[in-house]
């Protein structure tokens, strides 16, 4: 790592011009995008070109002196184009690009770990959840060394707006145990007192600074430019220094828009005595240079904040760096700049006074030059091999949990879990996490035999016979504060620990199901970022009952089914959860087995919907006879099985002009559906029960064989799980504690008539049959929905 402490004067001067031309760049490649690449549709292109230049002379310092190829960064959405120029200098990412931003394939707006044609660490986008994405990742990097063996040191930084710390998320990650004392995370908060809308009221960061102190972060502030710092080291600059420490935001922030001497004006009102004298012996001009110079475009000033925060290695680190809101641009400071481009004309300006010509504006520094082997240098320096490492362990395609004849989803999952945890092989893989929730959703007998981690050893004050909660270094289980949101950021990154650091997990996630909402953001963050992970969301719907309405979740399985990348799962039976879990163990671990490839494209996480509603199991185990364990089992992970052949329930010579409809069911429902099979064969019915393990599954394929056809022109063949399973063509009832519209496609799917039925209304606390009765969901309701659904059909 080289070192500027020393101040080496001729690489300052070089990072100067390699800055310039990072601005450059990052300004053109947004200016070129939207004023002369072709525009085929009259859209507004954008790009920050503000947001971007506060963040040139950071983001230099940091990727032409101070980062090692090691670190991992996570870059402020805005400062894509930044992120981008850097990487084509260095040699990272061909030229045509600079012309693609924000084009199909081409250069993503926010940096995109899975879509981006260079290598992003981090994906951001959505403020507050790239920030804390590197400090999931020191969490995931100190579990990994404890147990895998050390690796080589990594520094964690995110660069982030100022205004991202209004997110709460920021907040709760910095306040979870989990989190501390990492001296391997830096944030440099890109301090421009700008926002979208407006300039932060006030002075933020007096507040911000005990916040993160509270935590127990180090902080450091990079305020002044070398200019300002010159004119404090006069005798009597004392009062201008307290002022221009107070001023606001507001007030400091309007300096910009201004003539230099409406300027001093300005910037005077209200000012401490003694400052309006003291700044007489500096001209208009003079005066607004050394106001406007701030030390977050200082590389050196940057360069020794780095280091310092480098030698703190007990705590994270936080180092707010006073920047320009479009620094060099004639948009500097503009409170109305944050989607605010520069015009031709300027354009042309920058360029010349960049020294640039319009025949080499897009080229890099000319080849021997001085600038051009210090970016060659350094494109070595951070070049990073690939370690394809593998989780090498044999996955079962189920386990020998007990299951009894009557039993919960939730209570087999935390048995299943526990029994896969004694395989040696796959043990080491496992890692769990819960938001305080650990218990409740059976994940004790896990943890009980695999302990919790925390990175160091921690007495036990209390001898709990059920709750044997060892903590230390090798435990496996991350204990969370109640944050969803930590969460699935922690999920996120664990699910990335292959890829970061060199170390596949398989993680899991427990939370109550209606939660699952309150981290829905850090869920589709870390899907979209490409990683695999489990989470159980449990119990679930009304079957929760006494718990009452707040508790209740109706809506999260329309956000499982959506969700890209996402497998919403749902067994009524615990054999069938077992499969499925393994299944997707297999799945995360990245070993297929025994699966058809084309059912499963793009999975990477696996939500599992579970409840505590204890139901009879000898349903399931006839239908495993009837069927046949090999061909249930595929169907099961497809996502769908026939648990009754109506026909056997009603007499054969009633058979062949009996009216059919298929009962479908999903989850915890399937008791009611059952007997409402048995009432309506009675009546003469012949009623199919299907039963959806996995609603998520089932639309994905249904959707893949749709789109197939609808690309190359021809009738969309049926999906073959909706095939083989509903093997008549009958009208549907399907039945879902949750939220009727979560199952209400299969009618389209099949091109039959269907009565969709499930909760949409809030809950309230009850007993399980009174609250179906209220929703809806008794047997006597659904044999209606039958007559209704055969009624459309007619
Ligand atoms: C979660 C979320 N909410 C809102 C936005 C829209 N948005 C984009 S940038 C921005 C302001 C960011 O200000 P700051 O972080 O200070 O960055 P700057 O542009 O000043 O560098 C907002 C509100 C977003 N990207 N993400
Ligand atoms: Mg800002």
Redesign the pocket.
């Known amino acids: 790592m080289s070192n500027l402490l020393k101040s080496a004067p001729e690489e300052l001067k070089l990072l100067q011009k390699i800055q310039d031309r990072v601005l450059w760049l990052s300004t053109r490649m947004i200016d070129y995008a939207n004023r002369e690449r072709e525009n085929l549709d009259g859209l507004k292109v954008g790009g920050?070109q503000?947001?971007s230049a506060?963040?040139v002379s950071i983001m230099t310092a940091l990727y032409f002196n101070f980062l090692d190829k090691e670190d991992r960064v996570s870059i402020?959405?805005?400062?894509a184009p930044v992120f981008h120029a850097i990487q084509y200098l260095l040699g990272n990412l061909d030229k045509k690009y600079l012309k693609e931003l924000r084009t199909a394939g081409g250069l993503q707006s926010?940096p995109s770990r899975t879509k981006d044609p260079d290598q992003v660490d981090f994906s951001t986008?959505?403020?507050?959840?790239g920030a804390v994405a590197p400090l999931f990742a020191a969490v995931t990097r100190r579990y990994v060394d404890a147990h895998f063996g050390k690796r080589p040191d990594s520094r964690f930084i995110a660069i982030?707006?100022?205004?991202?710390?209004d997110?709460g998320n920021i907040w709760e990650a910095l306040a979870d145990p989990a989190t501390n004392a990492l001296g391997n995370v830096m944030w440099i908060v890109?301090f421009?007192r700008?926002?979208?809308?407006r300039v932060?009221p006030g002075v933020r960061i007096k507040q911000w600074r005990s916040q993160f102190e509270a935590a127990g972060w180090h902080v450091r502030e990079i305020k002044y430019g070398s200019k300002l710092e010159n004119v404090f080291s006069i005798d009597g600059s004392a009062p201008f220094k307290k002022w221009f420490d107070d001023i606001p935001n507001e007030q400091y922030q309007s300096l910009f828009g201004l003539s230099p001497s409406e300027a001093r004006k300005r910037f005077l009102e209200g000012a401490h005595e003694g400052t309006e004298k003291f700044l007489r012996q500096f001209d208009d001009e003079e005066l607004f240079e050394i106001l406007t110079d701030l030390g977050g475009h200082n590389l050196q000033s940057l360069l020794e904040g780095f280091h310092a925060c480098d030698a703190v290695t007990d705590r994270p680190s936080v180092l707010f760096a006073y920047t320009i809101?479009g620094w060099h641009l004639p948009i500097a400071g503009n409170p109305r700049n944050?989607s605010a481009q520069i015009s031709g004309k300027q354009i042309d300006d920058l360029r010349a006074q960049l020294q640039l010509k319009i025949e080499d504006e897009w080229a890099r520094f000319e080849p021997g030059s001085a600038e051009d082997s210090l970016c060659r240098a350094r494109g070595v320096t951070l070049s990073r091999s690939s370690k394809a490492v593998e989780i090498n362990a044999q996955i079962p395609a189920s386990t020998t949990a007990k299951i009894g004849a009557k039993a919960s989803t939730q209570e087999v999952f935390g048995r299943v879990l526990t029994e896969i945890s004694r395989d040696e092989s796959l043990r080491p893989y496992l890692v769990s996490t819960a938001p305080d929730v650990a218990t409740s959703t059976n994940l004790g007998g896990f943890i009980n035999r695999l302990g919790v981690f925390n990175h160091a050893d921690r007495r036990r004050w209390n001898e709990d016979p059920m709750l044997k909660w060892a903590e230390g270094p090798q435990g496996q289980h991350i204990e969370l504060g109640i944050s969803e949101m930590n969460l699935f950021s922690l999920l996120g990154q664990l699910g990335l620990s292959g890829d970061i650091s060199d170390q596949p997990l398989i993680p899991i996630g427990t939370v109550y199901d209606p939660f699952v909402l309150r981290g829905l953001?850090a869920f589709i963050y870390s899907v979209y970022s490409g990683a695999k992970f489990i989470v159980t969301g449990t119990p679930s719907g009304i079957t929760l009952a006494p718990e009452g309405g707040a508790h209740q979740s109706t809506i999260t399985p329309s956000v499982g089914i959506e969700l890209p990348g996402v497998v919403l799962i749902e067994p009524a039976y615990g054999r069938a959860l077992d499969w499925l879990l393994c299944d997707a163990i297999a799945h995360v671990a990245g070993n297929k087995v025994d699966t058809t490839p084309d059912l499963r494209p793009n999975e990477l996480a696996f939500y599992f919907r579970l409840t505590t509603r204890s139901i009879d199991q000898t349903p399931f185990q006839e239908a495993l006879q009837r069927i046949g364990e090999a061909t249930i089992r595929t169907q099961v992970l497809a996502g769908a099985y026939r648990l009754v052949d109506g026909r056997s329930n009603i007499r054969s010579e009633d058979g062949q002009f009996a009216p059919v409809v298929h009962l479908v069911g999903c989850g915890a429902v399937m008791p009611e559906v059952l007997e409402a099979a048995r009432d309506l064969a009675d009546e003469g019915v012949v009623a199919h029960v299907i039963d959806i393990t996995s609603p998520g599954r089932l639309y994905g394929s249904w959707q893949r064989t749709l789109k197939q056809g609808i690309r190359t022109a021809n009738t969309p063949s049926f999906p073959g799980a909706l095939r083989t399973v509903f093997a008549e063509r009958a009208p549907i009832v399907s039945v879902h504690d949750s939220s009727s519209h979560a199952l209400a496609w299969l009618g389209s799917a099949l091109g039959m008539p269907q009565v969709a039925m499930g909760v949409d209304s809030f809950g309230q606390s009850g007993n399980i049959p009174d609250l179906y009765k209220l929703h809806d969901l008794s047997s006597g309701s659904i044999v209606n929905g039958a007559l209704a659904a055969l009624s459309l059909n007619s």
Do not use: F, R
């Open positions: 920050h503000a947001s506060s963040m402020k959405p805005h400062a926010y986008g959505s403020v507050g959840l982030i707006g100022d205004a991202e710390l997110e890109d421009n700008q926002s979208l809308d932060i809101k944050h953001d």
